[in-house]
């Protein structure tokens, strides 16, 4: 089958087109025809500074996928052949990943394809639905009601993370850096547009919450971005982060003003094995599938690439202010995949 390589960590040159041997499902694992393959910034930074997995090499990247059901393992019980599925799993270099013809998947971690989606845009969700969702519901504990802020609300995560806390009932503050971005925030259903380009985001946030705070802050940006979180997120409220907190984080106004501060890492299941955890992302692109058919959710893809073009597609993402998400269309020059 046709795969993209990752021989050494390095610039997106290192990605290289080969014909490698197509894989074999075990007992508990379904064997995918994939379609489509999300490009993430996880597989930028495992290309660039090399795998969670020392021996991992030669490894194949990408993390989200969707595609055909082509065979299931004896012990596989809710998937058949020619089941449309989606899914978050490989590519950190222990299991092989999504850029490539085949995947073999744990069930566990596979959920049915939304109908009403196509394979783009199916295999451009797992990944940010699932660090949404265990941000704001598992971590933060959101509830209607409340106010919330998300940065970056035109990302990848973010342009979810909205949606997700429009459907709990929150009202939801965001951050953009133009006013494309702001446009497609609006249409997502942020109340609050801050332009962070051009106003404070502490400032507006205070202002939008009569100098309170906002419940619920989750930063998917970093560094200075955290920190300015800590004096517009209310006493007793929550802040969810997708990267490391910043060495220099005020850790005794957090303290004092009795904030929480969690971790969101989606990758964790994949990496430690954990079996419920996995469960736990199958079940969540569960309810979101029923989310896209019930046109509640929608996933907004910027751009889509061929297998060969992975190169470009990385170098779209280190480039910087991107919209969305991008995707790998895998399909073969005859139109299906070759063993």
């Not at 109908?115 to 797992?126: G, K, Q, R, T, V």
């Not at 200075?224 to 990267?243: R, S």
């Not at 990758?267 to 599938?289: K, Y």
Request: contains cysteine.
């Amino acid at each position: 089958m046709r795969a993209i390589l990752m021989t050494e960590p390095g610039a997106p040159d290192v990605l290289t087109a080969a014909e490698v041997d197509k894989p074999v499902a075990s007992d508990n694992e379904v064997l995918v025809q994939i379609m489509a393959a999300g490009v993430n910034p996880i597989d930028t930074k495992l290309r660039s500074n090399g795998l969670y997995f020392a021996d991992g090499l030669p490894a194949i990247l990408g993390c989200d996928g969707a595609g055909i059901v082509e065979g299931v393992g004896a012990e596989v019980t809710r998937f058949e052949p020619g089941d449309a599925v989606y899914f978050c799993y490989g590519g950190l270099g222990q299991q092989a990943g999504n850029y490539a013809e085949y995947i073999a998947v744990p069930e566990s971690f596979v959920a049915m394809k939304p109908d009403c989606i196509d394979f783009i845009d199916a295999a451009a969700a797992p990944l940010v639905l699932i660090t949404a969702w265990e941000a704001l519901f598992d971590r933060a504990r959101i509830q209607s009601g409340q106010k919330v802020f998300i940065h970056a609300g035109a990302g990848g995560v973010g342009h979810v993370a909205i949606q997700l806390a429009k459907l709990a009932g929150c009202e939801v503050a965001t951050s953009v850096s133009s006013d494309e971005k702001a446009g497609l925030a609006k249409t997502l259903g942020a109340d609050l547009i801050i332009n962070y380009k051009q106003q404070d985001v502490a400032e507006a946030l205070l202002a939008w919450t009569d100098h309170i705070g906002v419940d619920v802050a989750f930063d998917t940006v970093g560094g200075e971005a955290f920190n300015q979180l800590v004096g517009a997120t209310k006493v007793y409220g929550d802040i969810v982060t997708i990267l490391q907190v910043p060495a220099n984080a005020d850790w005794k106004t957090i303290r004092l003003r009795n904030i929480r501060v969690s971790h969101e890492l989606m990758l964790t299941p994949m990496v430690m094995g954990l079996d419920e955890a996995a469960e736990h992302h199958g079940d969540i692109l569960e309810q979101c599938a029923q989310f896209f058919d019930e046109q509640k959710l929608s996933i907004f893809v910027s751009d889509t690439f061929t297998l060969e073009q992975v190169a470009e597609a990385h170098r779209s993402i280190e480039a910087g202010s991107m919209a969305g998400k991008l995707v790998l269309e895998v399909i073969s020059p005859e139109g299906e995949g070759d063993e």
